[in-house]
């Protein structure tokens, strides 16, 4: 007895044992999860893709320190988001952009798009989608500058070219197809690959595809987003006529499906809200992409979605255990 | 073997290697025992004894007239030492009989036995459950006799008995089991003699294969009982839950198992409800998990209720930290206890002790919307949604994301990422809208 009054009771609301996943956990594994696509990048466009990438990664997470000191929160540059949101945002980049817009990009991704929101879990939008459509409106001329890949990490010859998808969309397939000997296969291996002009992490939608498939072996993400979204693009590149494989392929598409429209914060939590999320990401993105002015669509298309995420949470409920039931009964 | 399951749920670590191979054994009765008036869902009982009363095993210390409560009873032999406010395992304090022992183990007088129980009618049986004082012993305290008695349109058809145990580290139901197993499969024959159905079954979590063995070793002369061995997956054991995967149809929301049909009670109550009816015994002990890192000994004991939950730290060989949390019931839905001197009742089935470091509560962040309590939540309910409108003081709003049919199992709670309280807002949310009615 003398014992047990001497032991010190702790007392808290049920339940008293919690998994050991935690937030941080989470955002470092889906920053693993970009490693490949992070090393491709920095072999195919060299150090200065290098630079480009620890830049935005820097920038990101002072402007999420400076933030939260601002405000009086603790600093939490720990937990990952900001680590992510930069290595995404460079992931958006083109290797040969001035650094002066990553930074920018990066103060507009976490201070305005982030933090002015609320912080981590009250963001509307994708922070680091909102940071490259600043800098695509800001620097329209530098953002669609592409660094043709080099052939070796020591090479520094930078030579420009338009995307695929740009050249596609202004001079069409035909001209397209020229640059690869008028071999479609060519194509789609380069496409593979990433031995193509285009952002920093985007032009290998094979080691992008490895990441995101990590992910769904995780669990921490679900097929609820990315199938529906990247089997929409193929449905309307068939039915429109255009190439499917290009279309999956080209630009930001496995990014975008795997990385960017899977983002918790600013997509539906709702299985059937993600489903409708991933539909209309994949029909705006071919909208833009066949209709818009620019030549590629994911990131408008995500944006876009964004805004509709808490609607669909409200609409598209989950059916409560023994609701139809009820339903019926009362009839 | 038939096996089932219900969609979603979780699997927390089952813990159960601490007490499941300890046989069950009679713990020390206390010099004195403290018997709450309430130790049931329904109407508080009153006094029917006095201060300086002598009383018997068995006897009747507290009684009340409406339908839905359950009478207490002495629990031991002695003296009536004190009627007061008494601290109890679920909470507040709660007026109490205290009895001390005079350890002459005298049974009250007019206790019927009942060789034959199962030639007796339903409406004697029931009364002797109604007598006996049993409830729900899995944790839930619902009068067992309410349980029993449907209204007449609602046909029950069969009955379920409860042997999911999906509380992690508990192991009460898996000893009786294993070692009352035909007092079980006697209780259950008594319980569809009084429902009158002939259709019975067993539902045993498959981390239990000694159980699921000892209970078709049972039930081999029994057709019409069939054991059901279920996924291991929390919480399996709720009401719902179970009769999902047993019998495949879902109690409406709202709504209680009688309208599907069916009758859901607890191994342990099983045994109760035999041994009231075969012996006449009101229900005066019951089997208690002590368990734990936190415990130097643990044990599967049978006790007295009434003991004194310091009395089964003690048995147990004391804690073997300077702190940490103990809780009555198990690691997702029981009570973190604030004084030892609360007493076991009818429906505690495990005493858990955490170690120090297991008892922390980590801090809570924002919700990322990540939809793992979604995607977990046995009522297919929106807890993210819930949790961030219970953050923000919206309690009347959660009333419209299907607040009232949660029941707490904390499967939320448990997954996410961020460590939010959820179960807690959802508790405080309950609780402020019952008080603005």
């Given at each position: 007895m003398s014992e047990a009054a001497q032991h010190q009771l702790i007392v808290s609301v049920s339940p008293h044992i919690k998994s050991e996943e935690t937030v941080s956990q989470i955002m470092w594994t889906v920053s693993a999860a970009l490693l490949p696509a992070f090393l491709a990048s920095a072999y195919f466009f060299g150090p200065r893709g290098l630079i480009v990438q620890l830049v935005t990664i820097a920038s990101c997470l002072a402007f999420e320190a400076f933030s939260q000191k601002v405000v009086n929160k603790p600093v939490t540059?720990?937990?990952g988001s900001a680590f992510l949101t930069g290595l995404l945002l460079a992931f958006n980049l083109p290797a040969n952009i001035p650094l002066y817009v990553p930074i920018v990009g990066s103060f507009v991704a976490i201070s305005i798009t982030k933090h002015l929101f609320g912080g981590l879990g009250y963001n509307i939008f994708n922070p680091a989608l909102v940071g490259r459509a600043f800098v695509l409106i800001s620097w329209p001329r530098q953002m669609t500058t592409w660094m043709a890949p080099v052939s070796s990490f020591t090479s520094v010859d930078v030579v420009s070219q338009a995307t695929p998808l740009n050249v596609a969309k202004l001079d069409g397939m035909a001209k397209l197809l020229e640059q690869f000997d008028g071999s479609k296969i060519q194509l789609y291996k380069s496409l593979l690959m990433g031995q193509i002009s285009g952002s920093l992490g985007e032009t290998s939608a094979l080691l992008i595809l490895i990441g995101g498939l990590f992910l769904l072996f995780k669990k921490y993400i679900t097929w609820h987003v990315p199938v529906p979204f990247i089997a929409t693009v193929v449905i309307v590149a068939l039915v429109t006529g255009n190439d499917p494989v290009f279309h999956l392929l080209a630009g930001g598409l496995m990014l975008g499906a795997f990385f960017m429209a899977t983002d918790y914060v600013t997509g539906p939590a709702t299985r059937r809200g993600q489903i409708v999320f991933g539909v209309m990401c994949g029909l705006l993105t071919m909208l833009i992409r066949l209709k818009g002015g620019y030549p590629e669509g994911v990131m408008f298309a995500i944006l876009i979605m964004n805004c509709f995420a808490p609607l669909l949470d409200r609409r598209l409920r989950t059916t409560t255990f023994g609701a139809v039931k009820k339903k019926e009964a009362s009839t | 073997m038939k096996t089932g399951t219900f969609e979603r749920g979780t699997h927390p670590p089952d813990s159960k290697e601490f007490t499941a191979a300890k046989p069950l054994v009679t713990a020390k009765v206390p010099k004195r025992v403290i018997i709450p008036l309430s130790q049931h869902i329904g109407a508080p009982c009153q006094s029917k004894v006095q201060v300086g009363d002598t009383v018997k095993k068995g006897q009747v210390v507290g009684q009340a007239d409406a339908f839905v409560s359950a009478p207490v009873h002495a629990t031991v032999s002695g003296k009536v030492v004190a009627i007061m406010p008494y601290p109890h395992t679920l909470g507040r304090d709660v007026p109490s009989v205290v009895i001390e022992n005079d350890e002459k183990e005298e049974w009250v007088d007019g206790l019927t036995e009942n060789p034959?129980?199962?030639?007796?009618?339903a409406e004697a049986m029931k009364a002797s459950v109604r007598q006996a004082g049993?409830?729900?012993?899995?944790?839930?305290?619902?009068?067992t006799h309410v349980k029993l008695s449907p209204p007449k349109e609602k046909k029950i058809e069969c009955v379920i008995l409860n042997g999911a145990e999906c509380e992690p580290y508990l192991t009460a139901d898996h000893r009786m089991m294993i070692e009352e197993a035909d007092e079980v499969v006697a209780g259950l024959k008594v319980l569809m003699k009084i429902v009158g159905v002939d259709r019975g079954y067993i539902g045993i979590e498959e981390n239990k294969p000694d159980s699921i063995k000892s209970m078709e070793e049972a039930c081999r002369n029994e057709p019409s009982i069939e054991v059901y061995s279920l996924h291991t997956k929390y919480p399996q054991g709720a009401e719902k839950m179970l009769i999902k995967a047993i019998v495949g149809r879902e109690v409406p929301a709202g709504g209680l198992p009688m309208d599907v049909g069916v009758v859901v009670q607890n191994i342990g109550t099983a045994v109760a409800i035999y041994e009231a009816v075969r012996y006449g015994r009101p229900l005066v002990e019951r089997v208690v998990s002590v368990t734990g890192r936190g415990i130097s000994e643990p044990k599967n004991l049978r006790v007295r209720i009434g003991t004194p939950l310091s009395s089964l730290i003690e048995e147990c060989g004391g804690f073997k930290y300077d702190s940490g949390k103990v809780i009555a019931g198990g690691p997702m839905m029981g009570m973190a206890q604030s004084n030892l001197d609360a007493a076991v009742i009818k429906g505690t089935s495990g005493v858990l002790v955490l170690s120090p470091e297991e008892s922390e509560t980590p801090p809570h962040g924002p919700c990322i919307r990540c939809g793992r309590c979604i995607d977990v939540c046995p009522m297919g309910l929106q807890p993210a949604m819930l949790s961030v409108l219970a953050e923000a003081g919206m309690y009347e709003d959660m009333k419209e994301y299907d607040l009232m049919n949660c029941f707490e199992c904390g499967t939320c709670a448990y997954v996410c990422p961020s460590k939010r309280p959820i179960v807690q807002w959802v508790k405080l949310a309950k609780m402020n809208l019952a008080q603005k009615k």
């Open positions: 540059l720990s937990d | 034959d129980y199962l030639s007796l009618d049993i409830v729900g012993m899995g944790g839930a305290t619902f009068p």
